[in-house]
């Protein structure tokens, strides 16, 4: 079953360009995390909001988490040609097991 | 930093066969889970062990077994493979539950 519905499902934009992708989720949740992957390759972990978290940063990610709204979202600033990936957002449940999202297909064009 | 391994990276298997697919979490870490993805699909949660005991259970066949043995490697047994099964493994591990998860490079399955 999937818990995160991403928005939007595939995003486009020139390089230098800041890139948001949003993440909405349905159950309560311990945490909420991002990840990237590149075509065909592993899961890379960008970073980790906990719900008593409303924003945080890492370097040129910016995640903020709205549980009120039941909604996440992750802005990446002064995009690279290297950030184009999948991006997902994947929340945790109770027992530990991560739900993902659909996803977003990022592509930075240069 | 060491990472979490996953062996084999790539499986070629006929219908009804057997594989087993392992991983080794990064040292000190307690927690391995597995995880599912299709073609262009999200990855999704099959199973996870904590300490070496099943933690949680999700979408996993009857057909998919899996252990956690005394040094935290895990192996996911996966037997009377079906074309459907090919996909990409993914084991993950963390120190404790509720924290960053850490995945492996994954196992490409492809079942012919």
């Known amino acids: 079953s999937q818990q995160g519905e991403e928005d939007p499902q595939a995003l486009s934009i020139q390089e230098g360009e800041n890139a948001t992708m949003n993440c909405s989720y349905k159950t309560s949740i311990n945490n909420l995390q991002w990840y990237r992957q590149n075509s065909g390759r592993g899961l890379v972990h960008l970073i980790l909001i906990r719900s008593n978290e409303r924003e945080k940063h890492s370097g040129r990610l910016r995640v903020t988490l709205d549980t009120s709204k039941k909604s996440s979202s992750l802005l990446i600033t002064a995009s690279r040609a290297a950030d184009t990936a999948s991006y997902f957002c994947?929340?945790?449940?109770?027992?530990?097991?991560?739900?993902f999202g659909q996803g977003t297909r990022l592509t930075i064009n240069p | 930093a060491a990472g979490v391994i996953q062996s084999p990276r790539h499986l070629i298997k006929e219908k009804r066969e057997t594989a087993t697919l392992k991983c080794y979490p990064i040292p000190r870490h307690d927690t391995v889970y597995w995880y599912q993805q299709g073609p262009g699909q999200d990855p999704q949660f099959l199973i996870s062990f904590y300490e070496k005991m099943q933690s949680d259970k999700g979408s996993i066949p009857d057909r998919f077994s899996a252990q956690q043995f005394s040094d935290y490697h895990s192996e996911l047994n996966m037997s009377s493979l079906e074309l459907g099964d090919s996909a990409l493994y993914f084991c993950a591990s963390s120190l404790n539950r509720g924290n960053e998860q850490f995945f492996g490079p994954g196992t490409r399955l492809t079942v012919l």
């Open positions: 994947a929340t945790e449940e109770g027992a530990q097991k991560l739900v």
